[in-house]
T-cell receptor
């Protein structure tokens, strides 16, 4: 595809359940980011994958959050034992190494009830 | 660690008036600086960027920003606001083109007819 694709676009889950959010970056983009956007909170950095380097996980808010990137392409963000405060829009972005801009997907809106 | 502050979570201007959105950053090295815009119900897109060279950067839709190292600022301006400029604006910083991009909390711009 031409852009960053995220699925699902919306996810409603019950508190305590696990969720997986998927990101398909633009082909050839070596860097991939996950951000969280909450109302009034801006974009919160979560995790950054750059090529084959170890990911920068410094933004993950707790050990309930994890992410992986398989084959240097598709990424999955997993939230275990979801809490209501996890409700937000989760954005994925990719870029060609050494170049900007970030290309953002449309996000997954997660609602934890 | 890098950080970005944006003074004013919400700014209102009259149509035709000057737009000024403030951004200050902290970085241990000369940074890469960006402004992204998010129009209602749309994804984020790059407005302009500063990497090296000329400190006055021109972007899309008549916006420009000036990098002032002495003030650690990268304020966004537009001489004459248009109704279509109403959106959320995010300032962002990165140490290098290979480093993670950290966003500010955003400023919501309203344009009054």
């Amino acid at each position: 595809g031409a852009g960053v694709s995220q699925s699902p676009s919306n996810k409603v889950t019950e508190k305590g359940k696990d969720v997986e959010l998927r990101c398909d970056p633009i082909s050839g983009h070596t860097a991939l980011y996950w951000y969280r956007q909450s109302l009034g909170q801006g974009l919160e950095f979560l995790i950054y994958f750059q090529g084959n380097s170890a990911p920068d996980k410094s933004g993950l808010p707790s050990d309930r959050f994890s992410a992986e990137r398989t084959g240097g392409s598709v990424s999955t963000l997993t939230i275990q034992r979801t809490q209501q405060e996890d409700s937000a829009v989760y954005l994925c972005a990719s870029l060609i190494r050494g170049q900007s801009p970030l290309h953002f997907g449309n996000g997954t809106r997660l609602t934890v009830t | 660690a890098q950080s970005v502050t944006q003074l004013g979570s919400h700014v209102s201007v009259s149509e035709g008036a000057l737009v000024l959105l403030r951004c200050n950053y902290s970085s241990s090295v000369p940074p890469y600086l960006f402004w992204y815009v998010q129009y209602p119900n749309q994804g984020l897109q790059l407005l302009l960027k500063y990497t090296t060279g000329a400190t006055l950067v021109k972007g899309i839709n008549g916006f420009e920003a000036e990098f002032k190292k002495s003030e650690t600022s990268f304020h966004l301006t537009k001489p004459s606001a248009h109704m279509s400029d109403a959106a959320e604006y995010f300032c962002a910083v990165s140490k290098t083109s290979y480093d993670k991009v950290i966003f500010g909390p955003g400023t919501s711009l309203s344009v009054i007819p």
